[in-house]
């Protein structure tokens, strides 16, 4: 299995306040990326990494920043808490993308309830 | 743009009955198609995949073949198992600068014995 390694693994928080879920790698890999899972929306990008501080937005981007400064960390912060952020977060991990058929691991997932 | 459309679910079917759980993709160009599975409370793993037209996926009994000329990918199995009850996802990747990869909504699939 592929070293990721996901914190919390649940979490319940208030509306309004700040939440940082962390995903770490022991496989260094170049890409991270951060992902919800909705009933009826599969999985959707939220935000990606393809190198320390870099980093770009997924398609479901509005409300979450961020950041990776090491190889094997890649955290994901939830602003300001909202109810539509509850979900399952997944953490996942791919080698160099010039290879067309690169897989992606992933991490157990982080259960995020807003109340 | 890209995207995935698989069919909704759940699929539920007799022990050794046979499995087909459609996909099928828009995407320019020539994507590369996975299937990965979800177990209950766990989270993804690969399950197959096929980099080019006509490439067929295979792993633990499951099949897909890339058809381009229908844009499908569709899972097949001959003979399902209660161990194969789970959440499938059909996904495509564009690879590129970045690798990512593009979900379908996700088929629940439950085998009863």
């Known amino acids: 299995d592929a070293g990721i390694t996901q914190s919390p693994r649940h979490k319940v928080t208030e509306t309004g306040t700040p939440v940082t879920l962390r995903c770490h790698q022991t496989e260094n890999h170049r890409y991270m990326y951060w992902y919800r899972q909705d009933p009826g929306h599969g999985l959707r990008l939220i935000h990606y990494?393809?190198?320390?501080?870099?980093?770009d937005k997924g398609e479901v981007s509005d409300g979450y920043s961020v950041s990776r400064s090491k190889t094997e960390d890649f955290l994901l912060t939830l602003e300001s808490a909202t109810s539509s952020q509850t979900s399952v977060y997944f953490c996942?991990?791919?080698?160099?993308?010039?290879?067309?058929?690169?897989?992606?691991?992933f991490g157990q997932g982080t259960r995020l309830t807003v109340v | 743009g890209n995207s995935v459309t698989q069919m909704e679910g759940p699929v539920t079917l007799s022990e050794e009955a046979f499995l087909t759980i459609n996909c099928t993709y828009t995407a320019t160009g020539y994507p590369s198609l996975f299937w990965y599975v979800q177990y209950p409370g766990e989270g993804l793993q690969l399950l197959l995949k096929a980099t080019k037209a006509d490439d067929k996926g295979s792993n633990k009994g499951f099949e897909a073949t890339y058809r381009k000329e229908t844009t499908s990918f569709h899972l097949e199995k001959g003979s399902v198992q209660v161990s194969d009850s789970a959440v499938y996802f059909c996904a495509l990747s564009r690879g590129g600068a970045t690798n990512k990869l593009i979900f379908g909504t996700g088929t629940l699939l439950a085998v009863q014995p």
């Open positions: 996942a991990i791919s080698d160099d993308a010039r290879g067309r058929d690169t897989e992606a691991f």
């Open positions: 990494s393809y190198g320390v501080k870099d980093t």
